[in-house]
């Protein structure tokens, strides 16, 4: 199956700045890479995905890249605020199945 | 739209018991998936279904753990006995697979948090 690996585990930002989460993946199959936001004692919702035929995906602050080449994709949020302060999650699903396959999380914390 | 439904929202029972978790997935979507968090091990994939039918049960602890789906809006994960050790919070996700193939976005109920004594 596929495999995420998902860098760093913890980062923590001044308010302000910028912040990046890179995931890999090791399936070439894989075609569509959401990232979910974690808040504590909450779900984890969807805030952005790509699909394999794009390469960035920008959503006001947050953006997605993509390369399938290097078969990396990554999370980048602008402007961090104190409500941006969660547990992120990247995953990868290949294509034709249904599973995601998760990235073990990146708690991010902005300092005010 | 109510979004996934989750009962109980929080469970305590003692270790030996029989523990049954309840999901009502989003109308109309056609995949299911449990999935178990804890801080040791992260988030899980335990077995998710396509149009009712479990299609992949490998993230399924033990034979002490079973999941059904006798129709499109209901899904029950069973754990008997249960053990210290499920304590977790249990989210149960659903999706609308594209006919293209390949996954759909996953939309995470808020969660069963069990506590096993």
């Known amino acids: 199956g596929e495999n995420v690996e998902q860098h760093p585990s913890t980062l923590s930002v001044q308010e302000g700045d910028s912040a990046v989460i890179k995931c890999t993946y090791s399936d070439s199959a894989s075609n569509y890479f959401p990232w979910y936001k974690q808040e504590l004692g909450k779900r984890p919702q969807l805030i952005i995905d790509i699909r394999s035929n794009v390469g960035e995906k920008k959503d006001q602050r947050i953006a997605v890249t993509l390369n399938k080449t290097a078969k990396h994709f990554s999370l980048h949020i602008t402007e961090t605020q104190p409500e941006d302060s969660a547990v992120y999650f990247c995953?990868?699903?290949?294509?034709?199945?249904?599973?995601?396959?998760f990235g073990t999380g990146t708690s991010l914390t902005v300092i005010p | 739209d109510a979004g996934v439904i989750q009962s109980p929202r929080h469970e305590v029972t003692e270790m030996g018991q029989e523990v049954t978790l309840r999901c009502k997935p989003i109308?109309?979507?056609?995949?299911l998936f449990w999935y178990r968090q804890t801080m040791m091990r992260g988030l899980e994939l335990l077995i998710y279904?396509?149009?009712?039918?479990?299609?992949?049960d490998s993230g399924m602890p033990e034979d002490r753990f079973s999941a059904k789906m006798p129709n499109a809006s209901f899904s029950t994960l069973k754990i008997q006995p249960s053990e210290p050790r499920d304590s977790a919070v249990y989210f149960c996700?659903?999706?609308?697979?594209?006919?293209?193939?390949?996954?759909?976005?996953?939309?995470f109920g808020p969660g069963t948090r069990l506590l096993v004594l």
């Open positions: 279904f396509n149009n009712n039918v479990p299609i992949d």
């Open positions: 109308s109309g979507h056609n995949s």
């Open positions: 996700a659903s999706s609308l697979a594209p006919l293209s193939g390949g996954a759909g976005t996953q939309y």
């Open positions: 995953a990868a699903s290949i294509r034709l199945r249904h599973q995601f396959y």
